[in-house]
């Protein structure tokens, strides 16, 4: 059994060799799988990893790759691919996970945002009710965390049925996982260290379709649901072939 899974949906091919340079010290003695999901095969720059070729959304290609490739994995986690991961922080994590069976990892990260936000680098950011989007929702309860960059073990996420892909951007797909995660029992546990960084730019170009992918899809999907009192009951699980019923070509690429 693999220890980790690692999945990236990745279109920028010139990032992707910094992100896997830092997974070996980051991730101690534990063993690791690449998973890369896309429009160019990562091997083609001697990079060790397991490829979909794929035009889908962020959010399917986590899924699929999860479903199809990480089953002989104890864990998954997704990754963006202008991230570099930090010394000894997925150790942490995965040493934390062994330790504690019923829990899910919320990896703590860090990245560009709007002035005064939140930071990543502070548990009080993993709290829903710390976001504005979040706070008028009846169904987001107080106590939930969310989980932008997670960790959890494989058969939890599949028994959960794991990402709605009627989301496209990896963002509140994964509050909702967790939320699902948190309401079937399975407790959050929060990084020691900050786990990694993203080079995200809001106001880069390749930014624009995932800002775009929150405005008009994603977050119109997550308010209509968490606008119901119980918008759980009944519904912590979904099927994990969900992506099957959605476009292969996301429409970014169309």
Not at 13 to 24: G, P, Q
Not at 99 to 111: D, L, Q, R, V
Not at 217 to 225: A, L, M
Request: contains cysteine; glycine residues 6%; aromatic residues 12%.
């Amino acid at each position: 059994m693999i220890d980790l899974a690692i999945v990236v949906p990745s279109i920028r091919s010139h990032k992707i060799n910094r992100l896997f340079s830092s997974i070996a010290e980051s991730i101690g003695n534990y063993s690791y799988k690449f998973i890369v999901c896309g429009p160019y095969d990562p091997k083609d720059q001697g990079i060790e990893c397991e490829y979909i070729h794929t035009m889908a959304s962020p959010n399917k290609c986590v899924q699929q790759a999860t479903v199809e490739l990480a089953q002989d994995c104890e864990f998954i986690k997704w990754s963006t691919d202008d991230a570099i991961y930090f010394k000894d922080a997925l150790k942490e994590m995965i040493d934390d996970l062994y330790a504690n069976p019923k829990h899910f990892g919320i990896c703590k990260y860090t990245e560009d945002g709007p002035p005064g936000y939140p930071s990543g680098k502070d548990d009080i950011y993993y709290y829903a009710k710390t976001h504005g989007d979040m706070q008028r929702l009846i169904g987001v309860k107080d106590h939930y965390l969310i989980g932008p960059v997670s960790m959890y073990r494989v058969n939890d996420f599949m028994n959960l049925g794991g990402l709605e892909c009627s989301y496209e951007h990896i963002n509140m797909s994964t509050h909702d996982l967790a939320f699902r995660a948190q309401e079937s029992g399975i407790r959050p546990i929060i990084s020691r260290s900050i786990l990694m960084h993203c080079d995200s730019d809001p106001k880069a170009a390749e930014h624009i379709p995932l800002h775009n992918a929150y405005v008009q899809n994603d977050y119109p999907v997550f308010r209509n649901k968490y606008s119901q009192p119980e918008p759980l009951k009944d519904k912590l699980v979904i099927d994990p072939y969900n992506y099957k019923n959605y476009e292969d070509v996301w429409r970014r690429f169309k």
